[in-house]
């Protein structure tokens, strides 16, 4: 009830959501399969490639913050922490399962 | 900006082939050993300038807050999407103006600003209690 009232109050531009939700998306998957060849490259095998994964999406996330959102990620994100930081995170997961299964089995086996 | 996004990308994808070649031809000369620390270091560097130049050279965000969305369209005017262009390579206008069509800032067809009724009216009554005459 609060939240409708806010969104009255101040309304959203959903073509913009759209919009940004759709550059994190993008640069989530180019970024995912980069962290895949390179957990494939470096030989991570479960556990620490998923980590790896993780600790890049974290950077990724880190750089967007700084400099697509300028430090001020409510003004581009309704919620900075599930769109930001945790946006698409899975949806790169497969795309970094792939790139990581080939470049393992290319380089290192 | 987004040049330096693509210079970043270059340099980030020379770099991170060089990486892969050295781990190949490393591991098919040693199959055993680790991977020495130098090859890396080079690949982790050349991941992060690469991941570095894929945020540098994304399209900017948008406000998502209606107030600063059309703020900064009415201080920046109708601007050309970056990177979207038609098959016959003209630009795509991006958002404009959403009011526009009430012609308020004067040009187009549309209606005019708001006049000030309680004036009018005040005006009005002076002018019958003047008698009523122009």
């Not at chain 2, 009005?124 to 005459?133: E, I, L, P, Q, S």
């Amino acid at each position: 009830m609060n939240d409708e009232r806010e969104l009255v109050i101040n309304p959203v531009v959903q073509t913009s959501v759209q919009h940004n939700s759709q550059v994190v998306s993008n640069i989530r998957n180019l970024t995912a399969s980069l962290f895949g060849v390179a957990a494939g490259t470096l030989g991570l095998e479960s556990y620490p490639g998923f980590a790896f994964y993780l600790i890049g999406t974290l950077i990724v996330s880190a750089l967007i913050f700084l400099v697509r959102a300028e430090g001020k990620p409510s003004e581009y994100f309704h919620r900075p922490l599930g769109d930001l930081w945790g946006g698409e995170v899975v949806g790169g997961l497969s795309s970094f399962v792939l790139t990581w299964t080939l470049f393992y089995g290319l380089v290192r086996a | 900006m987004a040049f330096g996004g693509a210079a970043l990308n270059i340099i980030g994808a020379l770099f991170l082939a060089h990486a892969i070649y050295s781990a190949h031809e490393h591991t098919t000369t040693f199959p055993t050993s680790p991977l020495p620390l130098d090859i890396t270091i080079e690949l982790l560097v050349s991941v992060l300038l690469l991941s570095t130049g894929i945020v540098f050279s994304s399209p900017a965000l948008k406000p998502i807050q209606w107030a600063q969305w059309s703020g900064k369209i009415s201080r920046e005017g109708q601007q050309p999407e970056a990177g979207k262009k038609t098959r016959e390579g003209e630009q795509i206008l991006g958002d404009g103006d959403m009011f526009a069509f009430l012609g308020l800032d004067g040009y187009g067809e549309g209606r005019r600003g708001f006049w000030d009724v309680r004036g009018k009216r005040k005006e009005y009554v002076g002018w019958v209690k003047a008698g009523g005459r122009a």
